[in-house]
């Protein structure tokens, strides 16, 4: 395998990937293209276009009409959505967990300002999250996610800059760690919409 091949393939597997086509027929469809090159002696660009456009014949010739309904034209579905937000706030809530933990400890303290302005960032991350990815296809639910995340932003800048900074408690900082792990298992639930 050449690589250039071996570029092309590489990323004809992350759009397809992307397009939420199943690890069977990713499989099936890349052999089929080395084996109509080996015998051709074509490269995979001038047999079958790039990656991006024999992802989208792949996915217009191989996917179900009735699984295709359910896409945007991107190929998404609104569970990959709901997995793109659940990800970067899973992902969000581990690294606070883990750098509240290295920097204050176990317990660190619980404030006022603290409290409310992590959990306007809380919703306002997968706001940001939703309102990027459905802005591909649904504009006004994109524009509602988005005043909703101005607005949880805004929210969290005035919580934590005019709210209390005394102690009132402490809170462990490990569950913030599991709040992101369980977040990013719930989005291999969620999502992608097909088995990969």
């Given at each position: 395998m050449t690589n250039a091949f071996a570029r092309w393939d590489a990323q004809m597997r992350l759009e397809l990937a992307a397009a939420s086509v199943d690890r069977a027929t990713a499989d099936t469809v890349l052999a089929e293209v080395a084996q109509h090159c080996a015998e051709s002696g074509e490269t995979p660009e001038e047999a079958f276009g790039t990656p991006k456009e024999y992802?989208?014949?792949v996915v217009r010739e191989r996917v179900p009409v009735e699984e295709r309904a359910r896409r945007d034209r991107d190929g998404l579905t609104r569970a990959d959505d709901v997995f793109a937000a659940l990800t970067?706030?899973?992902v969000t809530a581990l690294l606070t967990g883990a750098y509240l933990w290295i920097s204050t400890g176990i317990m660190p303290p619980l404030t006022a300002a603290g409290l409310v302005g992590t959990t306007f960032t809380a919703v306002a991350l997968p706001s940001a999250s939703l309102a990027l990815t459905v802005s591909r296809h649904r504009l006004r639910t994109a524009a509602a996610w988005a005043v909703v995340a101005l607005v949880s932003v805004v929210s969290a800048a005035v919580a934590f800059t005019t709210l209390p900074t005394?102690?009132?408690?402490?809170f462990p900082s490990p569950a913030l760690c599991a709040l992101g792990i369980a977040l990013l298992w719930s989005a291999t639930r969620t999502g992608p919409t097909t088995e990969r």
């Open positions: 992802a989208v014949a970067t706030t899973g005394t102690d009132f408690g402490r």
